[in-house]
């Protein structure tokens, strides 16, 4: 079973970084959107991508030229049926994801796979959809999906082995580095960074700090080049409560926060001040302590329930997230006892118990024998 021809189903952001990421590596590329507006600006994004690849001597311009070659762009459905691989990557919403896949089933000939680029949402919910759901993948890129070294590769219950072994040969084909995560919400990587940025939310509607201090503190914790308010604007905080309320269901923890809420839904962004007034130490401490548990909590969590190997979480925080102090490093290097005592308030607050099953994964220092494998390009 190879990849050769890839069909994606969206030509928006992740879809077309997706179609990038293909076409570099010499792969034929459909992309369908119902949208000609949407194909027309997609067209423009390739032409400019590959040119300013040709100005910075990363590419001659014949070897532009016959990458660029290779994509077609579709308004009709019935295209992907010439693709070995159809990867879904339409906006994160449960309903449009499985009226898309119920309008593919009629499409797909038995030896195409398919998959979804979902960030949160269960395999399990979106694959009855299809006709053969052991054809059926989760690849979850990172945005910018041409530039993000990561992707998270789903086995849903039913994905046949043949079918795994065929992505990660097809992500290692295309440069992507891979962690393999079994069918949970949020997966490996958003499981616990919905949860920080969700955090940061709190701090500011309980009136801790402001966004431009609450950004100050962590980019200097956890050594970032952005904190959660400034990320959320990029991403647009529409896009990230969309993504918490997906998380909603593990329990009020994952909850989204009034003002992630309030900015999320009026498609507004974040106001994050130019100039930063100093906080006292004690706030400091509160606004570490606290986006640290949110932090190590939904991981320890995960870690209890198998979602994926101890060393996929910081390798996630390393190069989706681009975290120069990663989290599983960080509670090895305070201690078991100092963990307990920075999770003690939010599972007091959220009546939540200790995750014991994922802290002696990680101070076992498991790097290997857990129920997945950590995949590397």
């Known amino acids: 079973m190879k990849i050769e021809t890839i069909a994606i189903v969206g030509a928006g952001t992740m879809g077309g970084g997706i179609a990038i990421t293909c076409l570099m590596a010499g792969l034929r590329t459909t992309v369908v959107d119902l949208s000609e507006e949407n194909l027309r600006a997609l067209s423009i994004r390739m032409d400019r991508h590959f040119s300013r690849l040709v100005d910075k001597e990363k590419m001659t311009a014949d070897e532009a030229r016959d990458a660029r070659s290779c994509l077609s762009l579709t308004r009709a459905l019935s295209d992907v049926a010439r693709s070995d691989l159809i990867i879904e990557a339409v906006f994160e919403d449960l309903s449009l994801k499985r009226k898309i896949f119920s309008q593919l089933a009629g499409e797909l000939p038995p030896r195409s796979m398919v998959a979804t680029n979902t960030s949160t949402l269960r395999l399990a919910d979106l694959a009855d959809a299809l006709p053969d759901p052991s054809r059926f993948l989760g690849l979850h890129y990172f945005s910018p999906a041409e530039h993000n070294p990561l992707v998270e590769l789903i086995s849903g219950d039913q994905t046949k082995p043949e079918v795994l072994?065929?992505?990660?040969?097809?992500?290692?084909?295309?440069?992507?580095?891979?962690?393999?995560?079994s069918d949970s919400t949020g997966f490996a990587i958003n499981?616990?960074?919905?949860?920080?940025?969700?955090?940061a939310a709190r701090l500011l509607v309980?009136?801790?700090?402001?966004?431009?201090?609450?950004?100050?503190?962590a980019q200097r914790a956890f050594d970032l080049a952005l904190g959660p308010f400034a990320v959320m604007n990029i991403v647009k905080p529409r896009i990230s409560l969309n993504a918490v309320e997906n998380l909603a269901a593990l329990g009020p923890?994952?909850?989204?926060?009034?003002?992630?809420q309030k900015v999320g839904s009026t498609e507004g962004s974040w106001n994050i001040e130019d100039h930063v007034q100093p906080v006292h130490s004690s706030v400091e401490d509160i606004v570490v302590n606290r986006l640290q548990a949110a932090l190590f909590f939904p991981i320890l969590e995960a870690l209890g329930e198998g979602v994926a190997q101890v060393e996929a979480f910081d390798l996630g925080a390393r190069l989706a997230l681009r975290f120069g102090k990663l989290p599983i490093a960080t509670m090895r290097e305070i201690g078991r006892d100092a963990v307990e005592l920075v999770l003690e308030p939010l599972l007091q607050t959220y009546r939540a118990s200790m995750p014991k099953a994922g802290l002696n994964r990680v101070f076992e220092h498991d790097s290997g024998?857990?129920?997945q494998e950590l995949v590397l390009a």
């Open 165 to 181: 072994s065929a992505a990660q040969e097809f992500l290692k084909r295309t440069g992507k580095t891979q962690i393999l995560c």
């Open 191 to 199: 499981r616990f960074f919905c949860p920080y940025t969700n955090e």
């Open 206 to 217: 309980e009136g801790v700090a402001t966004t431009g201090q609450i950004d100050d503190i």
């Open 253 to 260: 923890f994952y909850e989204p926060a009034q003002p992630l």
């Open 369 to 371: 024998n857990g129920q």
